[in-house]
């Protein structure tokens, strides 16, 4: 790509809905908020769980051990706090630019250090018991955050950890109970991250939104409505 292009911050998020549907990830990141898939409703009682454990996790981290429920399934010590404090964050998180100056930049919960390798970590919460392959949709995420570390010069390892807090009962003074279940997943491999990193850009840099995806709902849904005014208008 030419120096004298439009640069472009993605992140495993935005990556994630260019592997879903190329179509959406153009409207996504070319158009902005007015053409971007239709949001549920969302709840802040995920980011303030999200916020808790971390402050748990760091508690464990002045001491230099993991929480008891974690510690038989996880394998390795916490990175310094200084370090997570910074990779927590979009402005100062990890961050990859290659030489055309397009960059890839993500926020980690938490991380491992195991026999000299850095293992990223992810919380999950959850309502509802998992399913078999609930792991699976993780993979590429986890993945970028690997390639994002490689690429800061910390050396990895080709797995990841996701620990999914699944709420079970409540008790007295307002108390919730949590199964707690860890996952360790396999990760892709840095340049298969990279290519897909570079498939979307090449992407973006198309003039017209590509076709969509078959399988789409969101795509779907929008020529259904698209259908439907067209009818409407051809009746007047």
């Keep these: 790509m030419s120096s004298s292009r439009k640069k472009f911050l993605l992140s495993p998020y935005t990556l994630n809905i260019f592997l879903d549907c190329p179509r959406c990830f153009w409207f996504h990141v070319i158009k902005g908020k007015e ?27 002045k001491i230099n051990s993991l929480p008891p429920e974690v510690s038989s399934t996880l394998k390795g010590k916490l990175i310094e706090q200084s370090l997570i404090k910074d990779w927590r964050f979009w402005k100062t998180g990890l961050k990859f630019t290659d030489t055309d100056g397009q960059t890839l930049c993500g926020a980690l919960d938490e991380c491992l250090i195991s026999e000299g390798l ?30 994002l570390i490689k690429k800061n010069n910390y050396p990895v390892s080709d797995y990841a950890y996701l620990i999914f807090y699944i709420s079970q009962a409540i008790k007295g003074e307002g108390l919730v109970k949590f199964k707690i279940e860890v996952k360790k997943i396999n990760t892709l491999k840095p340049d298969k991250v990279y290519e897909t990193f570079r498939k979307a850009l090449e992407t973006l840099e198309l003039k017209e939104p590509p076709p969509a995806s078959k399988d789409c709902q969101f795509c779907l849904w929008a020529q259904r409505i698209i259908e439907s005014h067209k009818k409407q208008l051809r009746l007047f």
């Design 35 to 61: 053409f971007r898939r239709p949001e549920p409703p969302t709840s802040s009682l995920p980011v303030g769980m999200d916020n808790i454990i971390k402050s748990y996790f760091d508690q464990y981290r």
């Design 118 to 147: 850095y293992i990223p970590v992810d919380y999950k919460t959850r309502g509802f018991d998992l399913k078999e392959d609930s792991h699976s949709y993780y993979i590429f995420q986890m993945s970028c955050y690997n390639f």
